[in-house]
């Protein structure tokens, strides 16, 4: 069962700053492509409607160490690992590495909780990850894993956002 | 000496995704526009030029954890906390409410390191924090600051990338 | 009945590239921005709800001359002005100006259309403008729109790009 | 000699907006994106450093417009041609057309200029395009370009909106 995927990007010129490199907060965009990305090659989407409900995604954490910077026109490989999948929630982490000579630019962790979405409201409720998700998605081996401890893991998150 | 700061925002049409609500990766914008107006309410600038040499905060890591959808037209208050400072960096702690009932609906940290920037080739080269900077920024009293461990300190960062 | 509208903004880091000045994309975002100031100032929003129906203002078109580069932390005055209103759509003209000393750094123009949004399909049906908002928005006195063509060409453009 | 480029893009979730479409923001950015896979085809970089001196081509004039909405993983088909090549400046069109049954979505022009970018002070100085980048590209043949003048007025584009 698949635990891992690899997105390839190209940096583009709107996603530096003045300080001549990827802003920050791309890195999150980028966890993102990366996993709905990885949706899309199990048959999925991240984002759809069924019976007129629409599930989605919602993130409960998100967090990124930055090792070294990314410019324009660089290639960067991110490497997703399925870290925890709970009953309604999954965690991924994420590692970038320059995909010519692999320097390691940064390291990061999303955590998403499967929820139906009103998109009149704005409402989101916390749902049971349907079984064909499920059945689809399994954690990464132990030592594949960081060693470092999960920013913030959807357990302690779960005390927030009941249910999850 | 200044620990905090407030800046309110109100959400614009851009800043939503398909979802109904803002994209999770503002928020991190909105940490970094609340850390910028932070600095010019002390007369400073977070990239500035002087005697040719560019000094600006790159990020060591940056975490946010999200308890409530924020949505198109709601106005905000970012806290900003200085949870920390170093010789060469400086953690923040922020809090985001809504304006109209205080609702929490996020709450995130963000670790930069003062260093000098060059803009041609996009290295960084962390530095001491100017002692004008210094003087004017202090940790909040340990009794405002989050009880929740920091998603990544910078003295844990600080391993990797030398002398921060 | 109002015909103009003023909102000031800074310019914030996430919204430069590595040239070091605001990316041309970004102006788009700050017309937006200011549209929507204008509907909030006359009681309306862009983007309501109302007995199960969505009525939204995508965009026909949108066209930006750029004359001067805005950098980081400059105060810009976006200067919205109603070029056309017609009964499904309305012309705004915009012009950037520095708040400091009054450079124009740029003109645009944004044609939206009064439409009812399927959120679910994405499908958008044009419709009458609400009298209630027709009745509140007019078109500006000739003589304070821009004399120049609705949208300017390159060859025109030229005249203010000595050389190019 | 190249005068046309075609890139392939799938629409990401950040790229959407509330309303449930593509941010009309974004199709500049997918010009953008377009002009510089097209400069990397030919073996350029659109942002260069040489001797000490950063080149650029920043915009004259920017315009885009919309036919259709553009959805979260829809496939599109960004087509360039260039327009016009003139000393310092070079005009290109695009066409943006969904890649599966090759509905026009949008089209648009962007005329940039060649300069020299002074990283610090954000002064730009237009330039002779480089001789090598002026020997590699030339305008497409007159019946490839649009017909319709060089950025749409409002009140043509209402041909393509029934009843705007």
Redesign the interface.
């Known amino acids: 069962m698949p635990y891992e995927f690899k997105l390839t990007r190209r940096v ?3 996603e ?6 990827v ?4 890195f ?2 980028m966890m ?2 990366t996993e ?1 990305a990885f949706f ?1 090659s199990l048959g999925f ?3 759809g ?1 069924e019976s ?1 409900t ?1 599930t ?1 995604w ?10 070294a ?1 990314l ?3 660089e290639e960067v490989e991110i490497h997703l690992l399925v870290a925890e999948v709970r009953s309604r929630s999954i965690r991924y982490q994420f590692i970038f590495r320059k995909a010519d000579d692999g320097t390691e630019v940064a390291r990061g962790q999303l955590a998403a909780v499967c929820a139906t ?1 009103d ?2 409201t ?3 409720a916390p749902v049971h990850i349907p079984e064909a998700v499920r059945a689809m998605i399994t954690p990464a081996p132990r030592e594949l894993l960081g060693t ?1 401890a999960p ?2 893991s959807p357990s ?2 779960s005390a ?2 009941p249910g999850a």
Do not use: Q, W
């Open positions: 583009e010129f709107a530096t700053d003045m300080a001549g490199i802003h920050f907060a791309n999150f965009r993102e492509a709905h899309r989407t991240i984002h409607h007129g629409t989605g919602p993130r409960v954490s998100a967090t990124c160490d930055y090792r910077p410019k324009f026109e979405v998109k009149i704005g409402k989101l470092h920013a913030r302690s998150a927030s956002t």
